[in-house]
């Protein structure tokens, strides 16, 4: 456990206050711009993604349109981020793996129902919704399958609704990072210009942005214990 794990959440501001010390005042001022565009409301499931490059195209999507969790479904394929595709990206992300049991693709999709989340299954096979008329007035999980079979029957039985991109073209299917881009951009700029509360509470602004301060600051382990120490007098 790391040292910051067992702080309340006005010893957690406290302690954001004291780390800012160690970053320059303009990557602090880009964390604090950055925060305020995060977002749980829309999250992204990867479901046995055998293709690295393909999913880290999806999390350097997520971060660039303020997606904050993405939950990786590890069954038979084992992902692993290829950093010159996610370009640092999944740094900024909190990333989440189901691999523990015989059928993750239940577990990680049991666990976003019970987290209240719609779960959107990307289809180009099914009617269903598109970008423009997805309703985002609940939480959405957005769930993409490999890039050959698509998902799985698992995957789909459990979804709520399903998604396609119209196309006019002779390919019946786009690669699943172009998908993800399409979709995530124009589900993220609705879920902005709507009503709906998709913004991250103050709780959570504070847990990601002391993870984000964790990561950009050499020895924060030895910096963060000598911090517990000197309040702990």
Not at 47 to 63: G, K, M, P, W, Y
Not at 98 to 106: A, D, S
Not at 227 to 233: E, G
Request: proline fraction near 3%; charged fraction near 20%; include cysteine.
């Amino acid at each position: 456990m790391h040292p910051a794990d067992a702080l309340n959440h006005a010893d957690t501001k406290d302690l954001i206050a004291f780390l800012k010390q160690f970053v320059t005042e303009e990557r602090f001022q880009k964390f604090q711009e950055t925060i305020r565009f995060r977002t749980r409301h829309i999250t992204i499931a990867l479901e046995d993604i055998f293709q690295s490059h393909n999913a880290s195209a999806v999390l350097r999507t997520c971060d660039c349109f303020g997606i904050q969790d993405v939950h990786i479904i590890e069954n038979r394929n084992k992902y692993e981020v290829n950093p010159d595709v996610a370009l640092g990206a999944s740094k900024w992300l909190t990333l989440m793996k189901y691999n523990g049991t015989g059928n993750n693709t239940v577990a990680c999709l049991t666990h976003l129902k019970k987290q209240g989340y719609r779960l959107v299954a990307t289809t180009p096979h099914k009617n269903g919704f598109i970008p423009e008329t997805l309703p985002l007035d609940h939480k959405t999980a957005l769930i993409f399958g490999t890039e050959l079979a698509g998902l799985t029957s698992a995957a789909q039985d459990l979804a709520d609704d399903c998604i396609r991109i119209p196309m006019v073209g002779f390919t019946e299917s786009l690669n699943i990072s172009v998908s993800a881009a399409i979709l995530i951009q124009n589900l993220t700029n609705r879920m902005r210009a709507s009503s709906f509360p998709w913004q991250l509470t103050e709780q959570e602004k504070d847990q990601i942005m002391l993870v984000w301060l964790k990561q950009s600051i050499k020895k924060s382990e030895m910096i963060i214990k000598g911090f517990q120490s000197s309040i702990n007098r």
